[in-house]
């Protein structure tokens, strides 16, 4: 029976785990969910990000952060594209909204180094434990 528990919790877990989407399969978010980077910048390059699919934190918007600022809401499966000068970048997400959104309140980071023409791609996800991360990605 202690066997069968176990079990359970452990396909249950990884049944709320998100899974990877493709850039390109994911849909581009609204033009008035991001705010920033839209613009080509000479010299410089393209950050994508993509948000999962999956139930885990699929009610909620996922930010996206460059360099602390808030430039994106991403429902899952969507996708945006960032016009950035080369150099140094951190690439956070964090879950945001109301009631069990708030829970994982805090801002995961990655940091990057964009080159000339370079595009870097990027993904959110939300782990079998809830908690939400951004990390690189060839998707």
Known sequence: MKFFVGALAIVVLAGCATSPVP????LPAPAERVTDFQRKADGGGQIVVTRDSGFAGG??????????????RLNPKE?????????EWLVGAGLEGQALCGVNAERLETETIVKPGQEKKFRIYTSGDG?????PTTF
């Open 23 to 26: 850039s390109s399969e994911a």
């Open 59 to 72: 009610g909620c918007y996922a930010t996206v952060f460059l360099n602390g600022k808030p430039v994106a």
């Open 79 to 87: 996708k945006a594209v960032f016009q950035v000068p080369s150099g």
């Open 131 to 135: 908690s939400v991360g951004v990390k």
